[in-house]
């Protein structure tokens, strides 16, 4: 749901406060998983998460999994009925502290479609079901609209331009005309709404959990005997990754100790690995660092998180030893990954992400390199044709570049020129001098955490003051030293967009000094707000180096 929805129901339950946290894709799937796992234990054992397509849906821009298909034949008499059944399913979410939308129907695609925009946003658990009698499919989704049944942004804009917004109408259209101008696709999923056609589903089988315990014959600190039963347990879990080819990417060491709390090891990998002597030397190693409260009398190792184990073989000729398979995890990168994140922790060995935030300071973002799950078929999060940094929206930048590029070798720009403001993320205002990725001074080397406040001067005497005014000063003064601008570069405007909260407006410049300094500066635009209380408009700051 949205921020503003959430708020929204926490006023309605008179709950202080709203706690935003970041988005995880990661820690989302693993929720769904836990849902799925209570609903074969407590309502039905086929159920599945649904699948999706290469593409986001029409009106599910984030193309993530979000909604669980249940096969209730045979299942719905032992809750008195579809309606009991109902009732139990939103009982169990309510004791994970969550809340659906249920829908039941003789299709998953119908089901889908009511359940997404038939039922209203309510925060009453009885407006959020809805049991759609059988042999009705059709009547229910005729009045839903077109983007109900699953399909791409583009059909839905071309089915709008046609004059089609509900499912009724495009019913009515003959198959036959539908599948050579819009697609098989949404032919297949109209079939899959009405019912005449079986979608596939593949129900979800949790991932085993290779855990093993052993219990000393009497509880000891001595180190030797700790790390030569954490070795054996090793290989007893070893055994079992490899019956399904896989390989470790977290590892977890309990501790049980006779009378303080128990103390937990947990170790992450770079790459899926099955080598019994690499494990065991993580491990070990941070086992030999920690002190214990006091003795051990049970060991438990288990692996939470495993990946798929791929081997390359490394000699010219088949060979029947292990030597002739190398795992991927043992290649030099993995080992320093591994052995630098067991010994610094988890989040001290980190690779840096690119953002879609258009602010300098929140361009990128730093993610563990070790633990983390192996990337699948799933998509998350990924933005594709249709929206803001698609590969059709990259294709067009770069040969916009390459024309500007072309354009700038017959024409350079004077020395002192002014490059034409363009928007960050587009070029279409004026591409001309507009910086693009392959210009080295884009963005500066060293970009400080907190832009710094500039007092600046207009006057060709030398008198520095704070102003209002818009445009580029003559001089700066950084730390009570002045400086000279001799050339300039700009302004690049970068704004946040209006879902964001607060507009921020900033027009960027880059800046020579008389003393050699290449400089990134902005203007800062206030908002109407703080200009009708008397504050400056613009403010000017530092934000970066280039030397």
């Not at 509900?166 to 696709?185: C, D, K, N, T």
């Not at 953002?355 to 998509?379: K, M, R, W």
């Amino acid at each position: 749901m949205s921020i503003a929805q959430a708020r929204e129901m926490c006023l309605a339950a008179s709950i202080p406060g709203l706690l935003i946290e970041k988005h995880d894709a990661l820690l989302d799937r693993q929720s769904l998983d836990q849902v799925v796992w209570w609903m074969q234990q407590k309502i039905s054992p086929l159920v599945a998460i649904e699948s999706l397509d290469i593409h986001p849906w029409a009106g599910h821009p984030r193309h993530q999994c979000e909604s669980l298909w249940c096969e209730i034949d045979g299942a719905a008499h032992l809750f008195g009925g579809e309606s009991g059944l109902l009732v139990a399913v939103t009982d169990l979410l309510e004791s994970l502290g969550l809340a659906g939308r249920l829908a039941i129907a003789d299709s998953f695609g119908a089901a889908w479609a009511v359940a997404h925009t038939r039922i209203a946003k309510s925060h009453a658990a009885a407006d959020r079901c809805f049991i759609v009698p059988p042999g009705t499919n059709r009547q229910a989704i005729e009045p839903l609209p077109v983007d109900s049944l699953r399909i791409a942004p583009e059909t839905v804009h071309t089915l709008a331009r046609l004059g089609i917004e509900r499912v009724g109408q495009l019913l009515r259209l003959p198959r036959s005309g539908l599948a050579p101008r819009l697609g098989i696709h949404l032919v297949r999923r109209i079939e899959h709404a009405l019912g005449e056609v079986a979608e596939p589903v593949k129900a979800f089988h949790a991932e085993v959990c290779h855990s093993e315990t052993l219990s000393l014959e009497y509880p000891t600190t001595d180190l030797p005997i700790l790390v030569d039963r954490v070795e054996r347990l090793i290989q007893m879990v070893r055994a079992g990754l490899a019956t399904c080819q896989r390989g470790a990417l977290r590892m977890t060491c309990r501790l049980d100790l006779s009378v303080h709390p128990p103390r937990t090891i947990d170790i992450g990998l770079f790459a899926p690995s099955a080598d019994a002597k690499h494990l065991s030397g993580l491990l070990i190693h941070r086992l030999e660092q920690i002190r214990l409260r006091g003795t051990v009398d049970r060991i438990t190792v288990s692996v939470p998180l495993t990946g798929p184990l791929r081997t390359v073989q490394t000699s010219l000729f088949d060979s029947s030893s292990d030597d002739s398979l190398q795992s991927l995890s043992g290649s030099s990168i993995s080992r320093l990954v591994d052995s630098l994140s067991g010994r610094l922790g988890r989040n001290a060995v980190v690779e840096v992400k690119l953002s879609n935030d258009p602010l300098p300071e929140n361009s990128c973002f730093v993610v563990p390199l070790a633990g983390n799950q192996i990337a699948g078929n799933e998509v998350a999060g990924k933005q594709f044709s249709g929206r803001p940094g698609s590969r059709s929206q990259r294709s067009y930048d770069q040969k916009l570049r390459s024309r500007v590029a072309r354009r700038n070798r017959l024409n350079p720009p004077d020395s002192g020129a002014s490059i034409s403001a363009a928007t960050s993320g587009s070029l279409s205002q004026n591409p001309k001098w507009a910086p693009s990725p392959a210009d080295a001074m884009r963005r500066p080397v060293a970009l400080l955490s907190r832009p710094v406040p500039l007092t600046i001067a207009f006057d060709k005497d030398g008198f520095f003051a704070d102003t209002q005014r818009p445009s580029l000063p003559n001089g700066l003064r950084v730390a009570g030293v002045t400086h000279k601008v001799i050339r300039s570069w700009g302004p690049e405007r970068i704004e946040t967009g209006w879902w964001k909260g607060p507009s921020i407006r900033r027009d960027y410049y880059r800046v020579e000094t008389d003393r050699g300094q290449w400089w990134w500066i902005f203007r800062d635009s206030i908002s109407p707000v703080s200009a009708e209380r008397s504050l400056p408009r613009y403010r000017w700051m530092l934000h970066g180096h280039f030397a």
